[in-house]
């Protein structure tokens, strides 16, 4: 008994010290305010990204001006690629990369130019410029960086120890705001940001999660982000239909995230020589390639593939090779050294996969492209929660959770057996790489300057000077 009322007492005594302590409440409003803005900000960076693409549309869309592209969108991508490349070191590409990077960083030395406000200016402005120019590419991967930084500048001016932890609450406030998909932002930072549970962090998590919706949601209101469908899969009448789109689909998706490792690692090693011509030699060819598939389906690759995706969702046939082009256009966004995530055309690769097989099994056009969206996007990601539960939420239909959770899983086992790595964990890797280059550059330029930064007391920061690579240790791709 007195042991008991003892610890009774010492628990009265912590929650009094947390009430009453000035240090608790200024981290605490800073934290809220660090949510909060990531959510206001994901909703102005949706906005001016519609904005963008419109004026590409209006740049191009008139008549005798549909060979435009053909000259704009290789110039935008040479001078995005130069722009990330020259001045902006850290902002090229989705940005999930190298949040999860920074999460396997000791040093903070290493990661110091990939969550800066100086990258998140450099993110959103080019990726806007990018959509302006025509690429296939989304606003979601960058707003993952985005919120990132920003929680992890918040932590720092708030005092707020443990930055892996904001980083990650950044990162699911990031894809939950720009979604408006609050279940999808925590499974994201469970399955893919950490490949734990963690249930202390999964708090600092759920609670970001909430002020950054409601900022969001205060903005741009309430909305499911590809509008509803009601088409239900039957059993067993509709099943030879969710294992095609899982099947086929993350054929598709491992297609993809091998091709685009690949290529990556190719170009890297190309461009260590001469690295200032090459970037921008990738950039156009990759714009080129873009431009001319553009041309050739009459604009449709172009941008984030969104209409062509809530189209296919509203019961729409696209046209059956859409989902080639729409690929490739991908493929050379991703590639090309620009910022910009894939997400969104991923989504839109995978409703024209499922258009093209609901058309060959005479199914319903809208579960079609709901079952393709789900296998395809488990197949580029390599992490099938975060594929259903988003595709779940985004579309307002909960009757369809096993079938598309089928489709994803199926997905998800077809793309590991191409690519047994998840494609953002496997770019990390090259992220980390990078800063421990840096690094290790910059400490034989000034042996003895790079000492003092690293010593006790010394200008850098303390602790170990190590940076550790993505070594997932629980769920998929462990």
């Not at 999460?103 to 302006?132: E, F, I, N, Q």
């Not at 809530?310 to 966004?333: I, N, Q, W």
């Not at 550059?441 to 303390?462: T, V």
Request: proline share 5%; hydrophobic share 50%.
């Amino acid at each position: 008994m007195k042991a008991r009322r003892a610890s009774r007492i010492g628990w009265v005594r912590r929650s009094r010290a947390m009430m009453t302590s000035r240090k608790q409440w200024k981290s605490r409003l800073v934290f809220w305010i660090g949510a909060l803005a990531i959510g206001a900000m994901s909703a102005i960076f949706a906005k001016l990204s519609d904005q963008a693409q419109e004026v590409f549309l209006a740049m191009t869309g008139g008549a005798g001006w549909t060979w435009l592209p053909l000259v704009l969108t290789p110039l935008g991508f040479v001078f995005c690629a130069w722009m990330a490349d020259r001045y902006f070191p850290g902002s090229q590409g989705s940005g999930i990369p190298q949040a999860i990077a920074i999460r396997h960083m000791r040093d903070d030395r290493d990661s110091s130019g990939y969550l800066t406000m100086r990258t998140v200016l450099g993110k959103m402005g080019l990726t806007l410029v990018g959509l302006a120019s025509g690429a296939s590419i989304g606003r979601e991967g960058p707003t993952v960086q985005v919120g990132a930084a920003l929680m992890l500048m918040a932590g720092r001016v708030g005092g707020l120890a443990k930055a892996r932890g904001l980083i990650l609450a950044g990162s699911a406030a990031g894809i939950a705001a720009a979604f408006n998909t609050p279940l999808a932002g925590v499974v994201f930072a469970i399955e893919e940001m950490s490949r734990s549970y963690q249930a202390r962090t999964n708090g600092v998590v759920l609670s970001t999660v909430i002020l950054a919706g409601i900022a969001s949601l205060a903005i741009v209101g309430n909305y499911t982000y590809f509008g509803f469908t009601d088409a239900v899969a039957r059993f067993p009448g509709d099943w030879p239909l969710v294992i095609a789109c899982g099947l086929f689909g993350g054929l598709m998706g491992g297609a993809f995230s091998k091709t685009v490792l690949s290529l990556t690692n190719r170009i890297r090693r190309w461009r260590s020589i001469g690295q200032g011509r090459r970037v921008i030699v990738v950039a156009f060819l990759a714009g080129l390639t873009l431009a001319i598939t553009g041309v050739m389906y009459h604009g449709e690759t172009f941008g984030t593939g969104y209409a062509q995706a809530r189209m296919a969702v509203e019961g729409h046939s696209l046209d059956p090779t859409f989902f080639l082009a729409k690929f490739v256009a991908t493929v050379a966004s991703t590639v090309s050294g620009i910022p910009g995530g894939l997400f969104a055309p991923s989504l839109a690769v995978g409703a024209g996969v499922g258009s093209t097989l609901g058309v060959i099994f005479g199914a319903n056009a809208s579960l079609a492209a709901v079952l393709g969206m789900a296998g395809y996007f488990a197949g580029v990601v390599q992490a099938p929660m975060t594929a259903f539960v988003i595709i779940v939420e985004m579309t307002g239909n909960h009757d369809n959770v096993v079938p598309v959770m089928a489709a994803a899983m199926i997905g998800y086992g077809v793309s590991r057996m191409i690519l047994p790595q998840p494609l953002y964990h496997a770019l990390s890797r090259l992220w980390i790489a990078d800063a421990l280059r840096k690094r290790r550059a910059m400490e034989q330029a000034d042996p003895p300057a790079a000492d003092a930064a690293s010593a006790p007391g010394g200008s850098g920061q303390p602790g170990p000077s190590q940076a550790e690579p993505a070594r997932p240790t629980s769920g998929p791709g462990a």
